[in-house]
């Protein structure tokens, strides 16, 4: 049997982080086992789905580098199919047309808040003679629930768990309009695309029940279940806006690593040992269901950006500096080449892609450059002058890192001052702030043309 799983989003917003760590799921268990991760756009509700929302689930899955399978299914091209089945379980007897009316329904809803109990339909037309049948209303389609036993689900992430058939309503599989609900729709996409385990948040258990009946209505096989805990804020509420971003592009244009994000959602409910950092590879060789708590995760942003500058420091600097290229809308080749040269000192202190710009921003001004306050307080008279020495010497050496040491050395010797004495007039002179990578790193990827320029602009 070959495992495949599938991700299965609705296009009525953006990909959200649980979503995200769902696919995640799906994915490394289908890797695990050498099956297949399959991904089936769930876009039924037309009012609500649209084609923008499709796309930024797309680029959202391939940003986080989660493949899938074959062609990407689109559940409303599918809905012959659904129409299909349903007539086929109302043939078989497994299925019947309910004509109760609007009308009908809101009394015995009522009639069950009055006498104080849960609403459970009893359809009367679930063995009603069809010979009276009324001509003025268009029917829904229900399955035939059991009324006695009781439904179990041996959820390899929850464990057994079990309702009685008593509480389960004849769902409608067909509306009276002949569209498919999509409880029903899920199940037929499903059995078709011979998906063998179904991995979604727990806030599905409920669900689960319901589309078991139409499995059983068809004499389908089930698939195996796995509901993980959802993921909640800090503070344990449900995850929202007021506690940072929340879908998966924002974490994207807030600076962070793909590989990152993956590396924290997998850890996030999921565990192996005490090991926190694991790549791509080892997480697929790693991953099981077993090892899926049942509690609900919360996440930390400072975990993630602690993870985040770990998968900085192991990027490949060509890729960040392209990245700070594009976010500072740096076009010139030579500025680009100075973001690459000096991407090793820079990555070292940021923890975001968006501090890395930031920290790479001196690297692309005009000169004559601006000062902070603590930069200006460095370049005093006295400042001005040791600068004015450092020009003069750069400008008579090969501009060589062992050359540009020399000069520090000796001008910090000459000058009676210490070594970080004479490099931050310079870094601030170059930067226009008081924090850079190495001096010697900063001065070589400036060049000797806009390094000595700007120390001159001081001078």
């Not at 509420?237 to 994207?252: D, I, M, N, P």
Request: hydrophobic share 45%; glycine share 6%; with cysteine.
């Amino acid at each position: 049997m070959t495992v495949r799983t599938r991700f299965a989003p609705s296009p009525t917003g953006l990909l959200h982080i649980g979503g995200a760590r769902t696919a995640l799921f799906n994915y490394l268990f289908a890797r695990h086992e050498g099956g297949e991760f399959l991904l089936r756009v769930e876009d039924t509700d037309r009012e609500r789905s649209t084609d923008a929302a499709t796309q930024m689930i797309l680029q959202g899955l391939d940003w986080l580098g989660l493949r899938h399978d074959g062609q990407t299914v689109f559940q409303s091209s599918r809905q012959a199919r659904h129409t299909e089945v349903a007539l086929q379980m109302l043939a078989a007897g497994r299925a019947y047309r309910c004509f109760l009316s609007p009308a009908e329904l809101a009394a015995m809803r009522e009639q069950a808040a009055a006498e104080k109990r849960p609403f459970r339909l009893v359809s009367p037309w679930r063995d009603r003679d069809p010979a009276e049948v009324p001509s003025d209303i268009q029917p829904v389609i229900r399955v035939r629930a059991p009324l006695v036993g009781e439904t179990v689900v041996d959820d390899l992430v929850q464990g057994p768990v079990r309702v009685a058939n008593s509480e389960m309503d004849d769902l409608i599989i067909l509306r009276s309009d002949g569209t498919p609900t999509y409880l029903h729709a899920v199940v037929v996409d499903d059995h078709d695309m011979e998906i063998t385990h179904v991995i979604r948040g727990d806030d599905h258990l409920t669900n689960t029940f319901r589309q078991i009946l139409i499995y059983q209505a068809n004499d389908w096989a089930l698939p195996k279940f796995a509901h993980i805990p959802l993921i909640h804020g800090a503070d344990g509420a449900k995850l929202s806006k007021r506690h940072g971003a929340v879908s998966v592009l924002e974490f994207r244009e807030q600076g962070f690593l793909p590989e990152a994000v993956c590396n924290y959602l997998l850890r996030l409910g999921w565990g192996h040992g005490d090991t926190e950092l694991l790549d791509i590879d080892e997480a697929i060789r790693l991953f099981t269901l077993e090892a899926v708590g049942r509690a609900a995760s919360r996440m930390d942003y400072a975990k993630l950006t602690h993870v985040n500058a770990h998968y900085m420091r192991l990027a490949d600097d060509g890729r960040l500096a392209h990245d700070v290229a594009a976010r500072l809308g740096i076009t010139d080749p030579a500025i680009q080449a100075r973001v690459l040269a000096l991407m090793p000192g820079l990555k070292e202190r940021a923890r975001t892609l968006v501090e890395l710009a930031q920290s790479a921003a001196f690297l692309a001004l005009q000169r004559p450059i601006a000062f902070d306050a603590k930069a200006q307080a460095l370049l005093t008279d006295d400042s001005r002058a040791m600068l004015a020495q450092v020009a003069a010497a750069l400008a008579a050496s090969d501009f060589s890192q062992g050359a540009i040491e020399t000069v520090l050395r000796e001008t910090a010797e000459a000058t009676g001052r210490k070594l970080g004495q004479v490099a931050q007039p310079i870094r601030a002179a170059l930067t226009g702030t008081t924090t850079s990578p190495p001096i010697d790193a900063t001065l070589l990827a400036l060049g000797p043309d806009e390094a000595l320029a700007r120390i001159r602009d001081v001078v």
